[in-house]
């Protein structure tokens, strides 16, 4: 990192299994991630469902790590969780010291993502919410944002965007949302009378 680099934000990026939360820390990482993709085995089978994402094959264990420069003194840290219940333990100490959280949803399969926003809104962590359409993938089915919003229960204040988890250009759209709103909550600075 550039030794001007003065403050570092902490975001959590969470949801359900195989929902493309390391793929988006993969594409939009500036330096090569880190991630504890694990094989998936047959001691997993009962344990972890993974028929909402045929074909996957690893998982995530613990977390994955990225780092994206705002500018010369401000970088993001971004910090997947792992999406299975069996470790959502480790959901709340990474949500320490976050300063916001992106929850990836598949339009497919929306409870997914419903202990997420459940343990953000307990944790008081401001989120946004986006819906990965997986690019051409998801492009027969159709997609009803308000749908996503209703069966989420979402707050109006919640801002809830499409992405497609494979696109840097996509997630740093969804970085500059989350961004903008957490701006957004932040109460104005008095001033000063001089």
Request: net charge negative; charged share 20%; aromatic share 8%.
């Amino acid at each position: 990192m550039p030794s001007s680099t003065r403050t570092g934000f902490k975001i959590v990026i969470v949801g359900g299994f195989g929902v493309g939360k390391t793929t988006m820390v993969r594409a939009v990482s500036e330096i090569r991630p880190l991630d504890t993709e694990a094989t998936m085995t047959d001691i997993g089978v009962g344990v972890d469902d993974p028929t909402g994402a045929p074909g996957k094959s690893t998982t995530t264990v613990a977390f994955d790590f990225g780092r994206l420069s705002i500018d010369a003194e401000h970088v993001l840290y971004l910090f997947g969780a792992p999406g299975q219940e069996r470790f959502w333990f480790l959901w709340d100490r990474l949500f320490g010291g976050a300063l916001g959280a992106i929850v990836l949803v598949d339009p497919r399969r929306i409870a997914d993502c419903w202990y997420a926003i459940d343990r953000l809104e307990h944790q008081r962590t401001p989120f946004v919410v986006a819906c990965n359409v997986f690019g051409d993938v998801f492009g027969d089915q159709p997609h009803h944002p308000d749908l996503v919003r209703d069966a989420l229960d979402l707050d109006p204040h919640v801002p809830l965007l499409d992405c497609d988890a494979r696109s840097r250009a996509s997630c740093k759209r969804v970085l500059i949302t989350l961004v903008e709103h957490l701006h957004s909550l932040t109460p104005p600075t008095p001033e000063i009378a001089s």
